[in-house]
């Protein structure tokens, strides 16, 4: 395990018992260095969405948890948020929620000269994901050519 994975790790576990406490979901946790700073990032969710009332309740008991643990060396910035309209799937549950929605796919190298697919997630497992385009045509690709995949939404 990196030393960003134990740090995503045992802040997760910190972050279980707030968000639980509190009747959120824990939807990811990620330490990230953008620029010249670190960030140690966790969304949160629940149905509704959150209010930044609900992220403030959570970052201050996450910080005076993380303060008295102490187990990150450097300085960080803690953000605690929703993870947004365009919310990336990244783990199981994230797929089974999203089934029959609109998802936007952007690969790693173009395919038929496009690298952006657009369509309603209609299966999926550890190894592909499919989807049904606006014209009926079903799509499936690997996950190891996604780079990216997150609900797709329309203003």
Same mark, same amino acid.
Do not use: C, W
């Given at each position: 395990m990196t030393r960003r994975e134990d740090i995503e790790k045992r802040t997760e576990e910190l972050l279980?018992? @707030?968000? +639980?406490?509190?009747?959120? +979901?824990?939807?990811?946790? %990620?330490?990230?260095? %953008?620029?010249?700073?670190?960030?140690?990032?966790?969304y949160i969710d629940k149905p509704g969405g959150i209010a930044i009332d609900d992220c403030e309740v959570v970052s201050r008991a996450l910080s005076d948890l993380l303060d008295k643990e102490d187990y990150i060396a450097e300085s960080y910035i803690l953000e605690v948020s929703s993870p947004g309209l365009g919310r990336p799937l990244k783990k199981e549950k994230d797929f089974a929620r999203s089934m029959g929605k609109d998802v936007e796919i952007r690969l790693y190298r173009p395919r038929n000269h496009e690298r952006e697919f657009e369509g309603a997630l209609t299966a999926y497992d550890d190894t592909?994901? $499919? @989807?049904? $385009? !606006?014209?009926? !045509? +079903? @799509? $499936?690709? !690997?996950?190891?050519e996604i780079a990216l995949i997150r609900l797709a939404f329309d203003f």
């Open positions: 279980m018992p @707030i968000v +639980e406490a509190h009747q959120f +979901e824990l939807f990811d946790v %990620e330490y990230v260095k %953008e620029g010249g700073n670190r960030y140690l990032r966790a592909s994901v $499919t @989807i049904r $385009t !606006e014209d009926d !045509e +079903e @799509i $499936t690709f !690997e996950r190891a």
